[in-house]
């Protein structure tokens, strides 16, 4: 009944999105990798973009890791194009380029969780597993009803048993999709349009009138706020720039940065780890980035190298920083070195 109703729903109201009327593993894999953590409306440009440059699993695989960095550049949470280009590799090798149609297989992959698992499971190969995202968690917590938190384990087990069973034989990618849209379109989070919705006559939270406190969440705790200091060293028409290693943006490139310090003394000591003799010039403002469990709160420095020798990292001109992957967090940083580059 549940799955009746929604998937006529569906075929009049569904969102047209540019990822969307395709049954191919690779580009449904790839669009949900780049769903996770990014807005839908973001995520279409980027997404062709990338077919572009990547058309199938074995041109992926083939890529060396600085290009796929580079293609991701913008779309931020770097490990998953890290995990993509690890799982495309795995696919060409180990499955001879074919997406595995098995649940537990495609979890295997890198960078596929549940979700991700489930969602190319069934829009690609229609086998009967839920796509539980915060859209379906949300429309079937108020459809049946379940007034718990919905972060506990044995909750998230019940919503996961709820959606098996109202997933139809045929059509388990639609199924899924469906939740998905009328959760981003009707069944929204805060106060849903209840008279629009195409479920109200089985909703449990709509004949309670408690669909506004549903589903019920612990509170998040709050994302740590560090003081980072990021140096612009520059000499000349070159600027010095470093490759991460840490695991938060891992692989791309970034400018002179200490975390969690005010105390200048710090950066003088990372100067001289990477073998830079500089001159502090002045301070060039301030940058926040949110990451989802940290805050970068950064203020920018301005230094000019005595000559471009250093141990660590090298001295680039605009255009090869330009070539480079830069992480979004850098990007007030990069704005203010291409103006010291382009002076
Ligand atoms: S009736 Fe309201 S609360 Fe229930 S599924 Fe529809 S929009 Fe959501």
Known sequence: MLSTLLLAWYDAHGRVLPFRGTKDPYRIWLSEIMLQQTRTETVGAYYTRFLERFPDVFSLAAAPEQDVLKCWEGLGYYS???????????????YHGTFPADLDALRAL??????????????????????????????????????????????????????QSDMPETRCGDFNQALMDLGAT?????????????????????????????????????????????????????????????????????????ENTGNPAD???????AGIRAAFQGTLGTARHVFTHRVWNMTLYHYIAENPACREGRFVTLSEMRALPLPTAMRAARERAEKLLGE
């Open 267 to 273: 950066m003088e000591k990372a100067l001289k780890s």
């Open 80 to 94: 998953r194009a890290r995990n993509l280009h690890r799982a495309a590799k795995q696919v060409a090798e180990k």
């Open 186 to 258: 009707v069944c929204t989070p805060g106060t849903p349009d209840c008279a629009a919705c195409s479920l109200r006559l089985l909703c449990d939270a709509y004949k309670a009138g408690d669909a506004d406190d549903l589903p019920i969440k612990a509170a998040a705790k709050p994302p740590l706020e560090l003081s980072v200091a990021v140096a612009l060293v520059t000499c000349r028409d070159k600027i010095w720039m470093i490759q991460r290693k840490e695991t938060l943006l891992k692989n791309l490139w970034v400018y002179l940065l200490v």
């Open 110 to 163: 890198p960078g596929v969780g549940d979700y991700t698992a489930a969602a190319v499971a069934s829009i690609a190969f229609d086998l009967p597993a839920p796509a539980m995202d915060g859209n379906l968690t949300r429309v079937l917590s108020r459809v049946h009803g379940v007034r718990e938190d919905v972060g506990m384990p044995s909750v998230k087990r019940r919503l996961l048993e709820l959606a």
